[in-house]
Each structure stands twice: as C-alpha cells, then as structure tokens.
C-alpha cells in the first residue's frame, strides 16, 4: 500500500523554525518527484515547493522564497521542508505529494500533477 505520511507540524511563534518530514512507505521515493503544498482555511491548496527525483531541480512559491528549503534523503525514502522564519500567514495544513510522471530532473508546482497525498500535519504560527 503506497503510503505518505508527514509529521513536524505543531505551534511555532513567529520568527521561529519548523521541519516538516515526508516519509513514503510501500514503494521508494526514488522514482518520484515530491511536493509540498499547504492549505489555509476557506482558501484553495496551494504548491509551496518541490523537489526532483535526484534534487538536482527545487521550485518555491513566492511567498517563501528565501524561508523555506526542500531537500530529500532517499536512502531514508523521506522529504523534508525546513521552514524558517515563520509567519502567521504560513499557518495552514501542509501536505507532501508524490508526481510518477516526471522526468528525472524537474519538478513542477501544480497540484493537479501529483498522483499520491498525505493526509497533511498542521502549522500554527501564532504568538
């Protein structure tokens, strides 16, 4: 059963660091370009940023450019997203997703690429 599971989330101040794990279980990330996207409440999901099958090529919305990093380990089959100076815009939901059909050394942000979902872990930033 293919399976993805985040965790990492929880209540952070403003200001503050997170780091959000993606770990897949049931068949190894090595053939998928991940993704991280978020959703607030009454808002639309959202990519946040995305990363290759080797991570040679990352993307990152612009609203967290410069904040967050993506990076994968395979050999642990998990993804990660460092999340640092947190805002209280960044509270959402965040889901990791998994894109089969992508070459080898691109990622690309649209949600409807990606084929298989988290069930997502939360941020709050609030002070």
């Known amino acids: 059963q293919l399976q993805l599971v985040e965790s990492g989330g929880g209540l952070m101040q403003p200001g503050g660091s997170l780091r959000l794990s993606c770990a897949a279980s049931?068949?190894?990330?090595?053939?998928?370009?991940i993704g991280w996207f978020r959703q607030a409440p009454g808002k639309e999901r959202e990519g946040v940023s995305c990363?290759?099958?080797?991570?040679?090529?990352?993307k990152y919305a612009d609203s967290v450019k410069g904040r967050f990093t993506i990076s994968r380990d395979n050999a642990k089959n998990t993804v990660y997203l460092q999340m640092n100076s947190l805002k209280p815009e960044d509270t959402a939901v965040y889901y990791c997703?998994?894109?089969?059909?992508?070459?080898?050394?691109?990622?690309?942000?649209?949600?409807?690429?990606?084929?298989?979902w988290g069930q997502g872990t939360q941020v709050t930033v609030a002070s």
């Open positions: 997703a998994a894109d089969a059909g992508r070459l080898i050394n691109v990622c690309v942000l649209p949600k409807s690429d990606y084929n298989y």
């Open positions: 049931g068949f190894s990330l090595d053939y998928y370009a």
């Open positions: 990363i290759s099958r080797r991570g040679g090529d990352t």
